[in-house]
Every structure is written in structure tokens, then in C-alpha cells.
């Protein structure tokens, strides 16, 4: 079976800084993998995803992922936070016929 | 495209009482997908359509959960009789296609409180 772990269940900076929220999958063949953004009261939004096309992907809003076999890994950044971009992240993979695993989720918050 | 729509966006019910949700999947979708979300298990896969037929339904927890899709604009998601612990939101979700890669669209949920 395919999964993803994601690592924090809460992330904290500053307005400004670096954001980078940990992604790892297990999966027994190459992965499709996706990350969403869920604002308060709102449903789940694409941010990225990857399909083999390119390793690094670049998504809306500034974020960027890239996929990395050799670390099982897709970790999501984006270089200068704001304070849109508190949220709550999820990190899924394509575990079959159109069966999305997520992660648990991280909730970014930003401080001015 | 408006996008996925459902309603109602917040329910409050009675235990025991039957719950309908309501879901308008984007147009020329042909992938519905119904999940719930807690803080205990997280964004878990109810059922998913293809064609307005179930595909798969394995992630339904009881026979108190039905879902149908009468026609190819249309779900229903629905509690009967509800619990306590079915207190969730509900999404519903489309996709064009079935592949792999495509990405699905959420709605904006259905919070239920069931008391």
C-alpha cells in the first residue's frame, strides 16, 4: 500500500522566512504526487503536483516542491513567507485507480 | 466554472435523524468522490463514482452511509439514522478523467454536528 508521512504537525515562522514542510512517501511504484492547501473553512486546493514531467515542480503562490526517489521524499518550500499563506498543507499520493492517500496534514502559521 | 458545489455548508441535527448531503460536481467531470474529514482520522475516501456508477464504496463505515448520483450533476451522501461520532466535514470532490496524475477538485464542505 501507498502512504505519505508528514513530518510536524505544526510549523511556525516568521513573516519573511523560509517555509519547508516535510513530505515523505512509500510507494512500490513510481509515484503521482500532490500537495493541497486548505484554508480555514474552505475546502482542499492544488498547489502542485508531480508526474514525472520534472523533478522540481513550481505551483501557485510562489510554492515549489521537488521529488526526490533516492529520499522517498517531496518536500514543499517557498522562499519568503506570507501571512496568507497560514494554512493547513497536505502532502497525498496516487495509490491506485484515483485513490488519493493523504498525510495528516501540517498547519503552517505565520507571524508578523 | 463555479466549481464543486454542496450543500447544505453546516448542518446541526439530532441523533437518530436522517442527514442528506448535496453535491454538484463540476461540469464534464466524470469522477465524483465523497471523503470526511476528523481530527482523529484525517481526510479518509467514503466512496467514489465513475459515469454516475460506484466504483468503490470501501470506505463507507456502515450501512447507515448511502451514496447515489441519480445523474452525472448530482450526489447525494446520506446518514441514516445519524451518530454523534458521524460529526465531520464532508467533501465532495471531481476529476475529468481517471488517471493517476489528474488532479481532483474539492468543494467547500459540509460541516455536520450531529448532537
Known amino acids: 500500500a501507498q502512504s505519505v508521512t508528514q513530518l510536524g504537525s505544526h510549523v511556525s515562522v516568521s513573516e519573511g522566512a523560509l517555509v519547508l514542510l516535510r513530505c515523505n512517501y512509500s510507494?512500490?511504484?513510481?509515484?503521482?504526487l500532490f500537495w493541497y492547501v486548505q484554508y480555514p473553512n474552505q475546502g482542499l486546493q492544488l498547489l502542485l503536483k508531480?508526474?514525472?514531467?520534472?523533478?522540481l515542480v513550481k505551483g501557485i503562490n510562489g510554492f515549489e516542491a521537488e521529488f526526490k526517489k533516492s529520499e522517498t521524499s517531496f518536500h514543499l518550500t517557498k522562499p519568503s513567507a506570507h501571512m496568507s499563506d497560514a494554512a493547513e498543507y497536505f502532502c497525498?499520493?496516487?495509490?491506485?485507480?484515483?485513490?488519493?492517500?493523504f498525510g495528516t496534514g501540517t498547519r503552517l502559521l505565520v507571524s508578523p | 466554472d463555479a466549481g464543486v458545489i454542496q450543500s447544505p455548508r453546516h448542518e446541526v441535527t439530532e441523533m437518530g435523524q436522517e442527514v442528506t448531503l448535496r453535491c454538484k460536481p463540476i461540469s464534464g467531470h466524470d469522477y465524483l468522490f465523497w471523503y470526511r474529514q476528523t481530527m482523529m482520522r484525517g481526510l479518509e475516501l467514503l466512496i467514489y463514482?465513475?459515469?454516475?456508477?460506484?466504483?468503490?464504496d470501501s470506505g463507507m463505515p456502515e450501512d447507515r452511509f448511502s451514496a447515489k448520483m441519480p445523474n452525472a450533476s448530482f450526489s447525494t451522501l446520506k446518514i441514516q439514522p445519524s451518530e454523534p461520532r458521524d460529526s465531520a466535514v464532508y467533501f465532495c470532490?471531481?476529476?475529468?478523467?481517471?488517471?493517476?496524475?489528474?488532479?481532483?477538485?474539492f468543494g467547500p464542505g459540509t460541516r455536520l454536528l450531529v448532537l
Open positions: 470532490a471531481s476529476s475529468f478523467d481517471g488517471a493517476l496524475q489528474e488532479t481532483q477538485y
Open positions: 508531480y508526474t514525472s514531467a520534472a523533478t
Open positions: 497525498a499520493v496516487s495509490s491506485g485507480f484515483q485513490k488519493l492517500v
Open positions: 463514482f465513475n459515469n454516475n456508477v460506484p466504483i468503490d
Open positions: 510507494s512500490s511504484v513510481p509515484p503521482y
